[in-house]
T-cell receptor, first 115, second 112 residues
């Protein structure tokens, strides 16, 4: 158990819908990362937040957005869902944002299925 | 951008040694990570290299050559539970924050 929690564990929805994935980082960690893992794409970095502010952006679609709240939990919002959005969505956390030795701890993931 | 290449699949025998290679191209290299991921589960941290050389941690070792853009993960005394995907990830100082770029992963199958 990494100490990172994600809800829900599974989510099944229809095309065109909107969903929200939730992540709570390890106690004391200020930085949260979101990743998407699909069968054909591997683990893709989406976005990073540090202490409530966006820090880095990867291959995140405009239909997707995220935020980190004052209590440091984060939400990833996915809208106008398409079949291709079906994937495992992982949240990870780390102590800070700086590019030093800084291990990221991954949560168990949310499996999103778009029908 | 960054290119990270690793073999898609490897097979090895229980008790043997296996080496999983990773090559990368980045002009702002700032660290390389190896993660283990069992199917449907979260990646778990194995090792970190930022300087050239070998880092040993129990049955697992990781090597880095920055001049060659090359790393390998060495797994000794293979066990059945080592069957998993092994992900190589690189950090680039040109990127903001602490973002990692992951390779496609190497699926290792350990056979009896």
């Amino acid at each position: 158990d990494s100490g990172v929690t994600q809800t829900p564990k599974h989510l099944i929805t229809a095309t065109g819908q909107r969903v929200t994935l939730r992540c709570s980082p390890r106690s004391g960690d200020l930085s949260v990362y979101w990743y998407q893992q699909s069968l054909d794409q591997g683990l893709q970095f989406l976005i990073q937040y540090y202490n409530g502010e966006e820090r880095a952006k990867g291959n995140i679609l405009e239909r997707f957005s995220a935020q980190q709240f004052p209590d440091l939990h984060s939400e990833l919002n996915l809208s106008s869902l398409e079949l291709g959005d079906s994937a495992l969505y992982f949240c990870a956390s780390s102590l800070d944002e700086r590019p030093s030795y800084n291990e990221q701890f991954f949560g168990p993931g949310t499996r999103l299925t778009v029908l | 951008g960054q290119n990270i290449d690793q073999p898609t699949e490897m097979t090895a025998t229980e008790g043997a040694i296996v080496q999983i290679n990773c090559t990368y191209q980045t002009s702002g290299f700032n660290g390389l990570f190896w993660y283990q991921q069992h199917a449907g589960e979260a990646p778990t941290f194995l090792s970190y290299n930022v300087l050239d050389g070998l880092e040993e941690k129990g049955r697992f070792s990781s090597f880095l050559s920055r001049s060659k853009g090359y790393s390998y993960l060495l797994l000794k005394e293979l066990q059945m539970k080592d069957s998993a995907s092994y992900l190589c990830a690189v950090r680039d100082r040109r990127n903001a924050g602490n973002m990692l770029t992951f390779g496609g992963g190497t699926r290792l199958m350990v056979k009896p």
